[in-house]
């Protein structure tokens, strides 16, 4: 039986081979140009090709011959790697073309098995299939040309290295069988020049950047088969305060003791008071252990020995490594890093309002603002990015004209922060006028709460963000959400309230006071969004956290459902708009008041998610000017008006229902959005720009002065605020106020109820930021100085140092591919203070790091 020929295919399989890998390979390198030293690039550029240079001569050989069973094999298995080859190039093209990042090939097998990541990377699909068709072109173009010249060269070399040709390789060869004349000739000695030059390159070369540099298309994408191994033992060695890395700053002498619900602060091994607390058994637990306290739980009995041994872990299972006479669980007594201002009295602005009887927080809602940038929670004449719209326009259009738009943006934001689009403001305590059926607020003049300017997000990924706002807890710097593979190692605020809801018998006297009514019932905790909670397995996240309900988008297409169908099409590919979520939230709301209960609402909004769709019947606006491109930011700005509307329509409902007045309402921001106004790299994902850090953080309430707190805090700050307001308002009944006094000193962050402190015998007030998706790069900066370090935790990317007092927008970064690079450069460029903090920080987020492990009892993907 004849094999069939393929000859006609043969030279154009060849080429998607090598012009796939080949245009990804120089978009790398134009990606990384000017990350290292313009002669360094040049003098290692070729070592750059040596795995394009294997693969090329690989894919030719699987491709030569016609027929037979070998060439078929070869052609089937050269066909599929085109195939694979093609698709990648081209989204790393369309992805760069979008973000201005490269893919990262390790984290998309989180994706693949997603449906709404998959649908997110749909939304690109356009660039990627014009950079497939651009690829397929060009190879089209250099077939048959490119084949049959590899080819003629390889089989050059086999006959230049055949026994019979060796003589050919030498440099001096005789003339003729009839001349003892010998000749000298060049091209044997540059050809062994070259391959000594390279080999020696290659071995010289420093690893870091250039084996990354170096990496060909196929052996990059083999990362999406690779499992990161978890050394179990090795991530539950560093016990809080022990391995720390500035001991100084934890010596006895800074020790602090314990006062009254205080339990005091004493890292390090051989701590008495660490100790203490790992022995200590709340009174206020009742006998069967809620979620959330596992480190209670009399079914896991913590045994100390002398060197500190902790021989159990969370769920009643033994802790295999527990030898290393290390405790596992979070031990705030043992934390080096805490820094408590519970010791300050709250700020004086609140403290008479804190007093007054007719002060109540009956409820707590707590909206989290998806994509949401301080800078736009409101935007303010003068700000960077309110100048690039101004610039955007160019002289088609009148400041004052821009003005008139741009005052309506974020109206509701301006209420309720109390800051003022208007860089000189007229008296801003004085009402609104009625515009465009926007909700008004009926605070008094002065009124409000806790506004936070400088707020950080804990993480650019949205859920680990909700995890800090929710749980108090820092993010597992491991790509994706796999803080669900772990122990969520803090009480979430669900799980606080299933707590107080103990002993509670739903019994009330009809002659009894509204307080003491409120304080005898129980809380019920929903959380409600319009969109799916599928995309990273948030439905597992919420189950952790312990909600009683939950309304998501399978709840909107359910047709048992109250309100089924829909009113709208889907806004996205995660679901509907907020609107579609608005009866049900009234329901509840008007059922908690009905059946007298206390509310927790957790809602989070979706609409300003790229691809920043608004419903058809929204009036859209061109905020951007014609000078430049700006689809993507007008797009977002229509967006962000769209949920400064909703969130109006959301406190409307707390007025409706005559409850905003004694209810805490949370307004939170998961994380920014960069747009190309802001850097040459879009969007969250792989970009540490401080865009995508500062978000909005407000707790108001009607009843509570307007104060305006300026901190580098994160939403870490929400629990022991929320905690901190409730006993101060005396919103809890004795045993619930004893539980919250004890709990409140048992979170990392400070309350916002009081002064900040950014330091404390010397330690930083230090804050750690996860960078989309999450285990690459951690962001550090410090409440005691205005620097911001990005360090990688991986080789393949750079560390990044701005001071954001001169650089507040980050238009000038430092970056380095060592520390050592980066220590040097801040020195020449910064002073020795701040060289030394970038080596402090460095030290502190990897610490951070491998304790984030230990505290999650994360053992690796599932």
């Given at each position: ?29 134009f ?38 069973t ?47 990541a ?19 072109l060009?190879?089209v ?42 000749v ?8 062994f ?5 390279l ?5 010289t070369r ?45 010596k ?21 008071f660490?100790r203490?607390y ?27 020995d002398k ?26 007594v ?5 820094i408590?201002?519970l ?26 603002l ?6 736009l929670?409101p ?5 960077y ?10 002289e ?18 301006e209420?309720?922060?109390g ?7 007229t ?15 009926n ?17 650019s990924?949205?859920?680990k ?9 820092g ?18 605020i ?6 107080f ?15 003491d ?22 439905d ?11 309304i ?5 297409d ?37 059946k007298?209960?206390r ?14 769709k ?55 921001g998961d994380?920014g ?22 978000v909005p ?18 939403s870490?700050?929400?629990?022991p ?34 002064p ?22 951690l ?12 360090i ?20 000038h ?38 304790e984030?492990?230990?505290?999650y ?6």
């Amino acid at each position: 039986m004849n094999t069939p020929s393929f000859r006609l295919s043969r030279p154009f399989v060849f080429s998607v081979v090598v012009v796939a890998p080949l245009a990804s390979k120089f978009l790398h390198l134009f990606q990384h140009v000017g990350s290292i030293p313009s002669l360094r690039f040049i003098l290692f550029f070729p070592t750059f090709f040596i795995q394009d240079c294997f693969l090329v001569i690989v894919a030719r050989l699987l491709l030569h011959g016609s027929t037979g069973t070998l060439p078929l094999i070869g052609l089937c298995i050269a066909s599929f790697l085109s195939v694979v080859l093609l698709f990648a190039a081209a989204a790393q093209i369309g992805f760069y073309y979008v973000t201005g990042g490269e893919i990262q090939w390790d984290a998309t097998s989180n994706v693949a098995g997603d449906p709404a990541a998959v649908r997110l990377m749909m939304s690109g699909i356009g660039p990627v299939s014009i950079a497939g068709l651009f690829l397929l072109l060009l190879s089209v173009l250099v077939t048959p040309v490119l084949f049959n010249k590899v080819g003629g060269w390889l089989l050059s070399v086999y006959k230049l290295v055949s026994p019979a040709s060796w003589d050919t390789l030498l440099p001096l060869v005789q003339k003729s069988d009839s001349s003892h004349k010998r000749v000298f000739r060049l091209w044997p000695l540059c050809m062994f020049t070259t391959i000594l030059a390279l080999t020696v390159l290659q071995l010289t070369r420093p690893s870091t950047p250039y084996d990354h540099m170096s990496l060909t298309l196929p052996f990059a994408m083999t990362k999406i088969f690779y499992t990161k191994k978890i050394d179990e033992c090795a991530m539950q060695t560093l016990p809080n305060g022990q391995s720390f890395p500035l001991p100084d700053l934890v010596k006895e002498e800074f020790w602090e003791v314990p006062r009254d619900s205080y339990k005091g602060w004493a890292p390090g091994q051989k701590s008495f008071f660490a100790r203490q607390y790992a022995e200590w058994r709340p009174g206020w637990l009742p006998e069967k252990v809620p979620a959330g306290f596992f480190r209670w739980d009399p079914d896991t009995p913590i045994t100390w020995d002398k060197n500190f041994k902790n021989n159990s872990t969370a769920g009643g299972k033994k802790d295999k490594c527990s030898s290393d006479g290390k405790p596992t669980h979070y031990n705030p007594v043992a934390d080096p890093l805490r820094i408590t201002n519970l010791d300050l009295e709250p700020y004086e602005a609140l403290q008479e309002a804190l007093q007054d009887p007719s002060v109540i927080i009956s409820h707590v809602v707590l909206v989290t603002l998806e994509s949401a940038r301080k800078d736009l929670f409101p935007i303010k004449e003068g700000s960077y990015l309110y100048n690039q719209i101004i610039k955007s326009h160019g002289e088609k259009k009148t400041k004052a004209e821009i003005n008139k738009d741009l005052a309506k943006l974020t109206t509701v934001a301006e209420q309720i922060t109390g800051e003022n689009f208007q860089s000189q403001p007229t008296n801003h305590s004085q009402k609104r006028s009625p515009s465009d059926g926007v909700w008004q607020d009926n605070a008094g003049p002065g009124m409000g709460g806790i506004n936070v300017i400088g707020g950080l997000t804990g993480s650019s990924l949205s859920f680990k963000s909700v995890l800090g706002s929710h749980c108090g807890v820092g993010p597992l710097p491991e790509d994706f959400l796999e803080e669900v593979n772990g122990d969520i190692y803090q009480p979430c605020i669900p799980q606080i309230l299933n707590l107080f809801n103990h002993g509670k018998e739903d019994a009330e006297k009809d002659d009894e006071e509204h307080r003491d009514s409120v304080l005898k019932r129980k809380w019920r905790s929903v959380f409600a969004q319009s969109i799916t909670d599928h995309y990273d397995r948030q439905d597992v996240l919420n189950e952790h956290m312990s909600f009683d309900e939950t309304i998501v988008r399978d709840n909107l297409d359910d047709k048992e459902s109250k309100y089924y169908p829909p009113s709208e099409p889907e806004l996205n590919y995660f679901g509907y708009s907020e609107h579609q979520i608005k009866p049900y939230i009234r329901d509840l709301i008007a059922d908690a008041v009905e059946k007298k209960q206390r509310l927790f609402l957790s809602h989070m909004t979706s609409t300003t998610h790229h691809p920043w769709k608004v419903p058809e019947e929204f009036n859209s606006t061109e905020y951007m000017g014609s000078e430049g491109s700006h689809e993507h930011l007008n797009s977002y700005l229509n967006a962000v008006r769209f949920d400064d509307i909703w969130l109006g329509e959301l406190l409307g409902l707390l007025d409706d229902a005559g409850i905003s007045n004694e209810t805490l309402v949370v307004v939170v921001g998961d994380h920014g959005q960069a747009f190309e106004e802001d850097s040459e790299k879009t969007g969250t994902y792989e970009n540490s720009h401080i865009s995508n850090f500062r978000v909005p953080l407000l707790f108001r309430h009607p009843h509570l002065p307007r104060v305006q707190v300026h901190a580098n805090a994160t939403s870490m700050s929400i629990i022991p605020t929320i905690l901190d307001l409730l006993i101060n308002t005396n919103s809890l009944d004795k045993s619930d106020k004893a539980a919250a006094s004890d709990l409140i000193h048992e979170y990392e962050a400070q309350s916002l109820l009081r002064p900040y402190k950014p330091q404390h015998n010397g330690r930083q007030a230090w804050n750690f930021g996860i960078i989309n998706a999450g285990g690459s790069l951690l962001a550090i900066t410090s409440a005691a100085v205005p620097y911001r370090l990005v360090i990688p935790l991986s080789k393949d990317y750079q560390f990044r140092f701005t001071n954001l007092e001169k650089d507040p927008n980050e238009l000038h970064p430092s970056e380095e591919w060592t520390l050592d690079d980066m220590f040097a450069r801040v020195s020449r460029y910064h002073g020795e203070a701040a060289a030394k903090w970038v080596a402090e920080a460095d030290a502190i987020g990897r610490w951070w790091a491998k304790e984030r492990h230990r505290l999650y009892h994360y053992h690796g993907k599932k």
